[in-house]
């Protein structure tokens, strides 16, 4: 079973906005730490961009303060990354797991991409 089906992605040109989902299969958003990783390719490290504790408290890195935005959905078990003002720089597969990542835990999903190009 896929633990993480993230969805949303797309092209979209520079300024533009995009809102990616992310749907769990065996962890509840309410009890852990959430996260919104990018890998932006082949040699590029996977990312932790914006992290959401189980109380709510969002944190973000430099890059993206002020254009993202993490939230969740306790009873949808859903988390959601509302991405503004893209950037060309922002192109990357993006995905959402355990923040910290714990690989003793789960596992990656497939990602969604998100392409920002005029």
């Known amino acids: 079973q896929v633990p993480f089906v993230e969805s949303g992605g797309g092209q979209v040109q520079p300024g533009g906005s995009l809102t990616l989902s992310c749907v769990p299969s065996?962890?509840?958003?309410?009890?852990?730490?959430m996260g919104w990783y990018r890998q932006r390719g082949p040699g590029h490290d996977r990312e932790l961009v914006a992290?959401?504790?189980?109380?709510?408290?969002?944190i973000y890195k430099d890059p993206v303060k002020g254009r993202f935005t993490i939230s969740k959905d306790n009873a949808e078990n859903t988390v959601y990354l509302q991405m503004n003002g893209l950037k060309p720089e922002d192109t990357a597969v993006y995905y959402c797991?355990?923040?910290?990542?714990?690989?003793?835990?789960?596992?990656w999903g497939q990602g969604t991409q998100v392409s920002v190009s005029a």
């Open positions: 065996e962890i509840l958003v309410k009890i852990y730490d």
């Open positions: 797991n355990l923040a910290p990542f714990a690989g003793w835990r789960t596992d």
């Open positions: 992290r959401i504790t189980h109380d709510g408290t969002t």
